[in-house]
């Protein structure tokens, strides 16, 4: 018994603290006239959501007149190992490539006027495709797959789709078709209630992603300024998530979600089913408890009609 650990809810301990003892030092202080001596590094690492041996927090939640359960974690979602998380009501993909839209104004020439405009060979090519619900399992994200994130922090790749509402813009010959950047998604844990710190180091992250999709955008590659600035930028997002676990129980899981996507058009395709297409993927980062080592992510995605023979 004497050898187990906890960690006490941050919230909840620092206003049951406030209520008694103006600060961590005032209540160390007094501590010691209570017999329950507890030093004021150990009040300010649990009141951080510090893992403490379970006789230290006893201490802790008997000096304020609480018991270790009032003040401990809640243990209903966050003890939970893994997670069901259920995004299909959003459209992250689109059916319908760039090079489609270039495919079909290939079969023209500039002189020509296609008949249909490239929102109706989209909206045609939808008609005939298959939206589904899908799943994908996220699993701990390691640092370098947190690092590796930043080149899709912001993805140059598109799909295009007939749904306005869904779209991150309008693009096509004429700025008509609704298009879904392939950006990395990013998820967070329901019953997670972030405090300032846990949003301000969240904030850090999301810039450093940024910064490092903007180095490899803009800087030239393998210069000194290149790997310099990579370097710097790693060292930060590696430091931020470190905190994020030991100091606040949290952790990243990573997975990638992925969908078809028609690549080409023709009269062939339409009358055979003989459609042409890739696998398009986005990354993923959901934020949730230490305990959680596998989450299970249904998504809408695309399939297309397999010729039929």
Same mark, same amino acid.
């Given at each position: 018994m004497a050898n187990k650990t906890i960690s006490l809810d941050p919230e909840k301990s620092k206003r049951a603290r406030t209520a008694l003892y103006a600060n961590p030092n005032a209540m160390a202080q007094d501590s010691a006239v209570k017999n329950y001596k507890i030093s004021e590094r150990t009040i300010r690492s649990i009141e951080d959501g510090r893992t403490v041996k379970l006789s230290t927090a006893e201490n802790y939640s008997t000096i304020l007149g609480y018991s270790v359960e009032e003040l401990a974690k809640k243990t209903s979602v966050e003890d939970e190992r893994s997670l069901e998380i259920d995004i299909s009501s959003t459209e992250i993909f689109g059916s319908c490539s760039e090079s489609l839209l270039e495919t079909w104004r290939s079969h023209y020439s500039h002189n020509e006027e296609p008949p249909w405009s490239d929102l109706d060979i989209v909206r045609g090519t939808e008609r005939e495709m298959k939206a589904h619900v899908a799943i994908s399992n996220l699993k701990p994200a390691s640092l370098e797959q947190i690092i590796a994130c930043a080149i899709d922090y912001k993805s140059p790749s598109k799909s295009f789709l007939q749904n306005k509402s869904a779209s991150h813009g309008?693009?096509?010959?004429?700025?008509?078709?609704?298009?879904?950047?392939?950006? !990395?998604?990013?998820? !967070?844990?329901s019953s997670i209630q972030p405090d300032d710190t846990v949003v301000s180091k969240l904030e850090q992250i999301q810039k450093g992603l940024h910064e490092a999709n903007s180095i490899v955008s803009e800087r030239i590659a393998h210069s000194a300024e290149f790997v310099i600035e990579q370097l710097k930028t790693s060292s930060k997002i590696r430091q931020l998530v470190t905190s994020l676990y030991n100091k606040n129980q949290l952790r990243f899981m990573y997975g990638e979600l992925?969908?078809?996507?028609?690549?080409?058009?023709? &009269? &062939?395709?339409?009358?055979?089913?003989?459609?042409?297409?890739?696998?398009? &993927?986005? &990354?993923v980062l959901l934020l949730c408890n230490n305990s959680v080592d596998s989450v299970q992510v249904k998504y809408s995605a695309w399939s297309i009609p397999k010729a039929a023979y």
């Amino acid at each position: 018994m004497a050898n187990k650990t906890i960690s006490l809810d941050p919230e909840k301990s620092k206003r049951a603290r406030t209520a008694l003892y103006a600060n961590p030092n005032a209540m160390a202080q007094d501590s010691a006239v209570k017999n329950y001596k507890i030093s004021e590094r150990t009040i300010r690492s649990i009141e951080d959501g510090r893992t403490v041996k379970l006789s230290t927090a006893e201490n802790y939640s008997t000096i304020l007149g609480y018991s270790v359960e009032e003040l401990a974690k809640k243990t209903s979602v966050e003890d939970e190992r893994s997670l069901e998380i259920d995004i299909s009501s959003t459209e992250i993909f689109g059916s319908c490539s760039e090079s489609l839209l270039e495919t079909w104004r290939s079969h023209y020439s500039h002189n020509e006027e296609p008949p249909w405009s490239d929102l109706d060979i989209v909206r045609g090519t939808e008609r005939e495709m298959k939206a589904h619900v899908a799943i994908s399992n996220l699993k701990p994200a390691s640092l370098e797959q947190i690092i590796a994130c930043a080149i899709d922090y912001k993805s140059p790749s598109k799909s295009f789709l007939q749904n306005k509402s869904a779209s991150h813009g309008l693009g096509g010959r004429h700025n008509e078709v609704p298009y879904i950047s392939h950006n !990395l998604i990013w998820l !967070l844990q329901s019953s997670i209630q972030p405090d300032d710190t846990v949003v301000s180091k969240l904030e850090q992250i999301q810039k450093g992603l940024h910064e490092a999709n903007s180095i490899v955008s803009e800087r030239i590659a393998h210069s000194a300024e290149f790997v310099i600035e990579q370097l710097k930028t790693s060292s930060k997002i590696r430091q931020l998530v470190t905190s994020l676990y030991n100091k606040n129980q949290l952790r990243f899981m990573y997975g990638e979600l992925s969908s078809e996507c028609v690549n080409t058009f023709t &009269k &062939k395709t339409l009358i055979e089913g003989n459609f042409e297409y890739n696998e398009i &993927k986005r &990354k993923v980062l959901l934020l949730c408890n230490n305990s959680v080592d596998s989450v299970q992510v249904k998504y809408s995605a695309w399939s297309i009609p397999k010729a039929a023979y």
